[in-house]
């Protein structure tokens, strides 16, 4: 048996082609930026069916769909994940990070063709980790945080809370976590409450 000598090891990068959606509701000129991250196990076509009422609220609208698929057959309810399926927390955060970038990199591109006065990130319970994440590494992004039927994942905020001063929170739960016009109200309301003050 001949012995066998690793020559090389190293990290490659890959792309993969994420849809998203971009609409606007109202008036042109200076609106919020609502970003959308639906539920993992979910995909584009059902998020856009889902906020139908959300997206009458004036502003920018921006749906993207999580970009790892399921490995079931390519079809229109096909379901799409926020990180891959791995256990050890080393490759979960690289895959939240890698997918931080991602939407760090869509948003800086739509930026310059929109009058977005402040964005706001908006997830559920299946995707709280994701916007926790993207908040908790990129506070400077973030305006205000909308999240229908879960909580902050607070751990990627513990280190330094001065970061995050700026950051409005919204947790929907029971009745005003159902997606409706009174929600689109609630959520209206709180925004233009901030901007008062």
Not at 2 to 18: C, M, P, R, T
Not at 61 to 84: C, F, G, K, N
Not at 110 to 133: D, M
Request: hydrophobic content about 35%; proline content about 5%.
């Amino acid at each position: 048996m001949s012995k066998q000598e690793l020559i090389l090891s190293g990290k490659a990068s890959f792309y993969l082609e994420v849809p998203y959606r971009l609409y606007r509701a109202g008036n042109v000129g200076k609106q919020p930026l609502y970003v959308y991250l639906h539920e993992t196990g979910r995909n584009l076509a059902t998020l856009e069916k889902m906020i139908a009422p959300l997206r009458t609220m004036p502003g920018y609208h921006l749906l993207i769909q999580a970009p790892y698929p399921d490995v079931l057959p390519d079809t229109e309810d096909r379901s799409y994940y926020w990180i891959p399926n791995h256990k050890d927390e080393q490759t979960i955060t690289a895959a939240r990070e890698y997918v931080s970038e991602f939407l760090q990199e869509v948003i800086d591109g739509l930026l310059p063709h929109i009058e977005a006065e402040r964005l706001v990130l908006v997830g559920w319970q299946g995707s709280r980790n994701q916007v926790s994440y993207f908040c908790a590494t990129r506070p400077h992004y973030i305006n205000e945080m909308v999240l229908f039927g879960g909580s902050v994942n607070r751990v990627w905020m513990e280190q330094d809370s001065s970061r995050y001063k700026h950051l409005r929170i919204l947790g929907l739960s029971g009745k005003d976590a159902e997606i409706s016009e009174d929600t689109a109200n609630i959520i209206q309301q709180w925004i233009h409450g901030g901007q008062e003050k």
